[in-house]
């Protein structure tokens, strides 16, 4: 059974910080890997999906990786605003579409 | 440009009350649909998705349903509210075997 756990649970940092958020997966045979912010109160948005088949993708200030083999991605932020402030949820598709699988997120504070 | 709008946005229903909440997706067809409960301090938890018109799968045996009209209409239901039904109610939408786009959600408070 696919399992996705975050690291940290929890994170403060100074504005203009570059930081790095974690994700594992128990399952290596996925389908694709997606990240999400969620603000309080509202509903997940989509920052960047990685298929199997790839090892990265960019979206401004961010940069996700993914390695398969470790069951492991990562998010990175460049130069942290207080707008990033918000949760941070990993998901794992390994099923084709139908029951991707969430992490509990990292809350991220930014500090100005 | 797809839009999913997901309605009401928040509601306080007595314990035993039923409940309607309606998911419709734009700009796209013959989407995949989904119905994620996110109870406080806890993960999404998928309850249902839907491949098509009249198709439901449902992921968790629980106190409500899911059906689905038309192709881009999902809809949450049940006869008879319990308070562990209370938590955020989240539509989302995805192409085949692609990314998950969400609604706003529906917070249901049960009392």
């Known amino acids: 059974k696919q399992e996705v756990t975050q690291i940290p649970a929890a994170l403060s940092v100074p504005e203009g910080e570059n930081l790095v958020l974690n994700c594992s997966f128990t399952?290596?045979?996925?389908?694709?890997l997606q990240w999400f912010r969620q603000d309080p109160g509202k509903g997940l948005t989509s920052l960047l999906l990685?298929?199997?088949?790839?090892r990265e993708q960019t979206s401004g200030r961010l940069n996700a990786s993914l390695d398969k083999s470790s069951g492991r991605s990562t998010l990175y932020i460049a130069a942290s605003q207080p707008g990033d402030s918000a949760t941070y949820l990993c998901?794992?598709?390994?099923?084709?579409?139908?029951?991707?699988?969430f992490g509990a997120g990292t809350r991220l504070f930014v500090k100005a | 440009s797809q839009t999913i709008h997901q309605w009401p946005a928040t509601l306080v229903q007595p314990v035993g009350s039923p409940l309607s909440l309606e998911c419709t997706v734009e700009?796209?067809?013959?989407?995949?649909l989904y119905w994620y409960r996110q109870a406080a301090g806890r993960g999404l938890q998928l309850l249902f998705y839907?491949?098509?018109?009249?198709?439901i799968s449902s992921e968790v045996p629980q106190n409500l349903s899911a059906s689905r009209p038309q192709d881009r209409q999902f809809i949450l239901s049940s006869k008879k509210l319990l308070l562990s039904d209370s938590g955020f109610y989240l539509c989302?939408?995805?192409?085949?075997?692609?990314?998950?786009?969400f609604g706003e959600g529906s917070r249901l408070t049960v009392l």
């Open positions: 989302a939408w995805s192409a085949l075997a692609g990314e998950l786009f």
């Open positions: 998901a794992v598709d390994d099923t084709g579409g139908f029951k991707t699988i």
């Open positions: 399952d290596s045979a996925i389908y694709n």
């Open positions: 990685i298929q199997s088949s790839q």
């Open positions: 839907s491949v098509g018109i009249g198709q």
């Open positions: 700009g796209t067809s013959n989407p995949n």
